[in-house]
């Protein structure tokens, strides 16, 4: 149940006076064991294109997320009003889902220089503690009766204020702490349990790594609606340790480490350790990477119809990238990995094949030595016997 000063939406609200805003406080969503829905949601035969229209009842995360989000829009804390976004899927075997959002394109803020994967948070740059009270919409807060995690982390509900998609938020893992971008487990935790909080299908988690296109070097993860079907959901893998802990895609945009869960408790706290581990490797040898959390098919041969039994959480090792090209029809991060495209301008929107989307995601992939040696190293890791 969530709860703050009450326990409906208006409990997530901004007062009508801006003054009152930072007066109010943060208010908590508080959720244990019975909010996270691991079974029974599923993609309706015809979905719709908005979260606040797909049919399907929304959850008390979603309620709150929707209803403070727009809240939000309405007051004009964002860069631009997010509209219903112009969507095609491209002809072709992949699935590729494209959006025009010509206002991000153009008014999102200019990303930090990034040199190093292991640079450290730098309190005189833009981070999460400089934003206007406004845009934090709540705080996740886990009941004592759920596991993993000694200490409660506050993960505080940001708007995204260039917004990608509707109900587009940051996880922001104790801005306080000034913790560089380097995935950590509370953070993934958080990610995880905010998808399986939602009753949507189409609300995803992600992360991208420094020089991966993480534009703040403050620990956040994104999360959004996307109320289409992704081809990651559901593309074959094929196992690569003998525990059958990790398995790599065999379809999609690209070639990437596919872990996944069905339950809670211990098997979620494998997961969110094994994917750990993996994330320290690649930072530690400086190897850019994205992240994405969406529920998924079992691994191993699916189909179209297979059912979305659990999560998955895709890990893509990249090329490092230092700066966004304007001249591309899109760059390539943790959306575009999972098979979701945000273009900038109605020509490429019309004219983009999936020949030319999977071109430019190649380009930003390891050479296949290099690839190899990552996939060694990480069988090798998952191998580990648990402490």
């Known amino acids: 149940m969530a709860v703050s000063h009450g326990s409906n939406e208006a409990s997530y609200l901004l007062p009508p006076n801006k003054e009152d805003w930072e007066e109010q406080g ?23 294109g908005c979260p606040d229209t797909l049919p399907v009842p929304p959850s008390a995360f979603d309620s709150a997320l929707c209803s403070a989000w727009r809240q939000r829009m309405e007051l004009g804390l964002f860069r631009y009003r997010l509209g219903e976004l112009q969507t095609q899927t491209l ?30 948070f730098d309190p005189k740059q833009f981070n999460f503690t400089k934003i206007r009270p406004g845009e934090v919409l709540f705080r996740l807060r886990r009941k004592p009766d759920l596991p993993g995690g000694l200490q409660q982390e506050d993960i505080l509900v940001v708007v995204n ?40 299908p189409g609300f995803r988690v992600g992360f991208n790594s420094l020089c991966g296109l993480a534009s703040v070097n403050h620990l956040h993860l994104h999360g959004y609606y996307l109320a289409h079907r992704l081809p990651v959901e559901r593309a074959p893998s094929k196992c690569l340790d003998p525990g059958g802990h990790l398995h790599l895609l065999q379809a999609g945009p690209a070639p990437g480490f596919l872990f996944y869960t069905s339950g809670p408790g211990p098997d979620l706290e494998a997961l969110i350790r094994r994917v750990c581990r993996a994330t320290d490797y690649l930072t530690d040898h400086e190897i850019a990477h994205n992240l994405f959390v969406t529920r998924g098919a079992p ?70 030595a290099q690839a190899e040696e990552v996939q060694a190293a990480l069988v090798a890791l998952t191998a580990q016997k648990e402490p």
């Not at 059912?307 to 890990?315: F, K, P, S």
């Open 161 to 200: 204020v260039s917004p990608l998609e509707w109900g587009h938020v940051l996880l922001v893992p104790e801005p306080a702490r000034g913790l560089p971008q380097r995935l950590l487990p509370g953070a993934l935790r958080a990610g995880l349990e905010a998808v399986l909080l939602s009753s949507h």
């Open 299 to 368: 691994p191993g041969k699916t189909s179209p119809s297979s059912a979305l039994t659990g999560v998955r959480v895709i890990l893509w090792a990249r090329k490092a990238s230092f700066e966004r090209k304007q001249s591309q029809a899109f760059n390539v991060a943790l959306c575009e990995l999972a098979g979701h495209l945000s273009v900038r301008t109605s020509q490429d929107f019309d004219s983009l094949t999936e020949a030319a989307a999977l071109a430019l995601i190649q380009d930003c992939l390891l050479p296949p």
């Open 26 to 48: 943060i208010p908590d969503f508080v959720y244990g064991p019975q909010e996270l829905l691991w079974e029974g949601i599923q993609w309706p035969r015809n979905a719709p």
């Open 91 to 120: 002809p072709g075997t992949v699935g590729f889902v494209v959006q025009l959002n010509v206002e991000r394109g153009v008014q999102r803020r200019a990303p930090q220089n990034i040199s190093s994967m292991r640079q450290a």
